[in-house]
T-cell receptor, first 113, second 118 residues
Framework: AQTVTQSQPEMSVQEAETVTLSCTYD???????LFWYKQPPSRQMILVIR??????QNATENRFSVNFQKAAKSFSLKISDSQLGDTAMYFC??????????FGKGTKLSVKP | EAGVTQSPTHLIKTRGQQATLRCSPI?????VYWYQQALGLGLQFLLW???????NRGNFPPRFSGRQFPNYSSELNVNALELEDSALYLC?????????????????FGPGTRLTVL
């Protein structure tokens, strides 16, 4: 069975600082993809960043980057220069051969002024 | 380009009734996914449709069903509603998903339908 675990239910960070959200996963598949989605209070889920498991290089998207440790099955998200608009629920998700995404339970991030 | 749309925004039903939720995918997307987001449980996968066929199903009872129409829009039906069905139901669409292959296509989510069962 595929699982995704986010061990930090809530986190807070001061504006302009850096924060790291943790995610671990388990899968028996060799070919899979990992995602971080953001769900602001308005509810619309949006993709933050995507990582292909076969790529060793960590994905980056502007202020967002990941630390992908395949052997440890770890996929953390680093947000640099945090902004008030980053306040949201962040979900780690695993995509494999079944078509659907497996989501973690989320981390509620609050960015404080 | 229009995003994924869902209707209605809110739906209030009583226990035992049936609920129908609708989703229109992004133009050009053939795959539609349904997820249930209940408080404290995260997002749970319900159903995946692609080109009119059910491709995969999550661990939900048969009273959760749906279909996909020729224009790729989709309906989720929940029969014999129970109190614990109260949740936000999210629809997502993507370019064609490959059965037996990895889910590499980004899934774009709609705003959701909030179902409340009284």
């Amino acid at each position: 069975a595929q699982t995704v675990t986010q061990s930090q239910p809530e986190m807070s960070v001061q504006e302009a600082e850096t924060v790291t959200l943790s995610c671990t996963y388990d899968t028996s598949e060799n070919n899979y993809y990992l995602f971080w989605y953001k769900q602001p209070p308005s509810r619309q889920m949006i993709l933050v960043i995507r990582q292909e498991a076969y790529k060793q290089q960590n994905a980056t998207e502007n202020r967002f980057s990941v630390n992908f440790q395949k052997a440890a099955k770890s996929f953390s998200l680093k947000i640099s220069d945090s902004q008030l608009g980053d306040t949201a629920m962040y979900f780690c998700a695993l995509g494999g051969s079944q078509g659907n995404l497996i989501f973690g339970k989320g981390t509620k991030l609050s960015v404080k002024p | 380009e229009a995003g994924v749309t869902q209707s209605p925004t809110h739906l209030i039903k009583t226990r035992g009734q049936q609920a129908t939720l609708r989703c229109s995918p992004i133009s050009g997307h053939t795959s539609v996914y349904w997820y249930q987001q209940a408080l404290g449980l995260g997002l749970q996968f319900l159903l995946w449709y692609d080109e009119g066929e059910e491709r995969n199903r999550g661990n939900f009872p048969p009273r959760f069903s749906g279909r996909q129409f020729p224009n790729y829009s989709s309906e989720l039906n929940v029969n014999a509603l129970e109190l614990e069905d109260s949740a936000l139901y999210l629809c997502a669409s993507s370019l064609k998903g490959l059965a037996g292959g990895p889910t590499y296509n980004e899934q774009f989510f709609g705003p959701g339908t909030r179902l409340t069962v009284l």
